[in-house]
């Protein structure tokens, strides 16, 4: 599958297409796109909370369910999370991509 890379506007395709739709899918709120309330992920609502350990264990679940739904060309195989400075966190990916593994890394700020 072919797309447009949202920031260039330069055509893109197989991992770089993969890795653009999974940073949509984990930065869209449930309940936001008028006529598909169900895409997207929880992920924008537990950034910003407090990083107790349930809070990263919510954000690891709701990252593995949304693209276990959204994404079937990616099979997640792990996920970390790493906190940063003002409210910025980076959710790291690993998983399967064509029978190889690949690494992504989406940052998001509160």
């Given at each position: 599958?072919?797309?447009?890379?949202?920031?260039?506007?330069?055509?893109?395709?197989?991992?770089?297409?993969?890795?653009?739709?999974?940073?949509?899918?984990?930065?869209?709120?449930?309940?936001?796109?008028?006529?598909?309330?169900?895409?997207?992920?929880?992920?924008?609502?537990?950034?910003?909370?407090?990083?107790?350990s349930e809070t990263i264990v919510k954000i690891y679940?709701?990252?593995?369910?949304?693209?276990?739904?959204?994404?079937?060309?990616?099979?997640?195989?792990?996920?970390?999370?790493?906190?940063?400075?003002?409210?910025?966190?980076?959710?790291?990916?690993?998983?399967?991509?064509?029978?190889?593994?690949?690494?992504?890394?989406?940052?998001?700020?509160?």
């Amino acid at each position: 599958m072919a797309g447009i890379d949202q920031t260039t506007l330069r055509a893109i395709d197989g991992w770089d297409h993969v890795q653009q739709s999974i940073r949509d899918i984990l930065t869209t709120k449930i309940g936001s796109r008028i006529m598909r309330r169900e895409y997207g992920s929880s992920v924008p609502d537990l950034i910003g909370r407090p990083a107790t350990s349930e809070t990263i264990v919510k954000i690891y679940a709701a990252t593995a369910l949304a693209l276990s739904q959204w994404e079937p060309r990616f099979e997640i195989e792990g996920v970390s999370v790493e906190g940063g400075s003002a409210g910025v966190v980076a959710i790291q990916i690993v998983g399967k991509y064509k029978g190889e593994t690949v690494e992504g890394r989406i940052a998001m700020e509160a």
